[in-house]
């Protein structure tokens, strides 16, 4: 007998948006001095939101001047102090979290369940963190040593931070480089995502609401030229980006000779990996958790399952009795557990990249998955019969779409994962721990988890190797991009 969910939408009216929104500059709202606006649309819907101030060249010299001033009175205050904002600013979040889950869902179309459940607290979680350790930075354990072995290396702010941010993760991505960025010391120029701006226009209201001195925090929206104008702006000295390998490359390029520190959070193509002894109803559950999260709109999405043959068509026959059991619809019916595609561009790459799987030979299935006639919508998609050379075991498609490959032996499952020019992120589904660890150290990932997936703690790096970035967020290692050292 099959049990239908009665619908249990979470209320928007929680949730005041405003028609239209400027820049957040100086601790004030202001007009861009550019001319574009746009909409940013409910992509489950396609509805306006609100309109968008897009910030010009000037308006991000005006943002950098702001926290140019602002840093040398932040960066003076001793860290105990600085911590007070931080963990004021972590409550607020708490205090709020329900009102920005629903803004987040809204604006990104990710079931509320993960915006309540998963992003929010992490996102308090990184705040209060990094609060934890801006008076700790000497402790931290990095920087040079003098000779004499008498004390350590004095940290150092080092002034301005341009931070771009993607449009999965929006409030949790901000936390994660605006966090650590002030408990160092640094003053902020953030820049969200072009279709997510919501929340992070939120968090502006948030700054004030903590008190937070003026320009310690700034955001101006706007669109790839935005973001290029603060990477390439003479007065930011830190450079953090998280988004497409394409547009990191290009960072680099820019940033090569100059005296500002960069990290990049880029791509992936992560493989999860299942053993033959593994627990099949475990694994098949982080599958879906590693692909099917988020609608796939994940960097370090387990976008490639590496099974081993003996049990690959037990596997295949449970994981799909599972997917049929998934709901997808409304972001904000607490029963979805697929949501919406972030824009009509990103959909737009999902179908493409699995119409070439499709016309490269492997074979599609979907579960019985009616969609909803406005919005922008994808099902569950499952490839199997893959070959490494196909597009859609190489490429990133940032969708809900699993390829499937198996492998007889551990040397050759290793060999297949480390077949990528990517290195975010890996998961390994075994019962014996000796394998795993055998396992773990050879495959080339910034993280591997053991017999779970998508698991994240502020405490914990995080960060890839290879097309898929340098530098770690997260952890005691998120604070060294933003310091500088001095022997004592």
């Excluded at 969200?192 to 701006?197: G, L, M, R, V």
Aim: contains cysteine; proline residues 6%.
């Amino acid at each position: 007998m099959m049990f239908e969910y009665a619908p249990a939408p979470e209320s928007r009216d929680i949730v005041d948006i405003r028609p239209s929104y400027g820049l957040f500059i100086n601790g004030e709202w202001v007009e861009s001095q550019g001319d574009e606006r746009h909409k940013t649309i409910n992509p489950a819907t396609e509805e306006a939101l609100a309109e968008i101030s897009w910030a010009s060249e000037a308006d991000v010299d005006r943002a950098v001047q702001a926290a140019r001033k602002a840093f040398t009175t932040w960066s003076a205050l001793p860290g105990a102090e600085r911590a007070k904002y931080i963990f004021r600013i972590a409550r607020i979040i708490q205090e709020r979290a329900r009102e920005l889950a629903v803004l987040e869902s809204l604006d990104n179309g990710k079931p509320i369940r993960e915006s309540r459940d998963v992003d929010l607290p992490l996102v308090a979680a990184h705040f209060f963190y990094y609060a934890g350790w801006a008076d700790k930075l000497a402790y931290a354990g990095f920087g040079p040593r003098p000779a004499n072995g008498q004390s350590g290396a004095d940290p150092r702010p080092l002034g301005v931070a341009g931070q771009v941010i993607p449009w999965n993760f929006p409030l949790l991505m901000l936390a994660w480089k605006i966090a650590p960025a002030l408990a160092c010391g640094n003053t902020v120029v953030l820049k969200p995502a072009e279709t997510t701006p919501l929340t992070a226009l939120a968090f502006a209201e948030i700054c004030r609401q903590a008190d937070l001195p003026p320009g310690v925090v700034n955001i101006v929206t706007g669109a790839g030229a935005t973001g290029a104008a603060l990477v390439a702006h003479p007065g930011v000295d830190k450079v953090a980006f998280t988004g497409s390998t394409e547009v990191g490359r290009q960072i680099a390029r820019n940033l090569a000779g100059t005296r500002k520190k960069l990290t990049l959070e880029l791509g992936g193509k992560a493989a999860n990996i299942v053993f033959e002894d593994a627990a099949l109803d475990q694994a098949v559950e982080g599958i879906v958790n590693g692909i099917f999260f988020n609608q796939g709109h994940v960097c370090c999405a387990g976008s490639r399952l590496l099974v081993q043959e003996s049990i690959a068509g037990e596997l295949l026959d449970a994981l799909k009795r599972r997917l049929a059991t998934l709901r997808l619809g409304d972001p904000l019916d607490k029963n979805t557990d697929i949501g919406a595609i972030n824009s009509a561009a990103q959909l737009a790459k999902i179908r493409e990249l699995s119409a070439a799987g499709e016309s490269e030979g492997a074979e599609r299935w979907s579960p019985p998955c009616p969609l909803p006639d406005r919005g922008f919508w994808f099902p569950p998609t499952v490839f199997t019969g893959v070959a490494q050379s196909h597009r859609i075991a190489r490429e990133e498609i940032f969708g809900p779409v699993l390829s499937v490959l198996t492998f007889r032996t551990p040397a050759e499952a290793v060999e297949k994962a480390n077949n990528t020019p990517y290195g975010l992120s890996a998961g390994v589904w075994t019962e014996k721990g000796s394998l795993m660890l055998w396992t773990a150290s050879r495959l080339r990932a910034g993280v591997v988890w053991s017999n779970t997936f998508n698991r994240f703690d502020p405490a914990s790096p995080f960060g890839g190797y290879k097309e898929s970035g340098y530098g770690r967020e997260g952890g005691r290692h998120g604070l060294a991009a933003y310091l500088d050292w001095k022997l004592a």
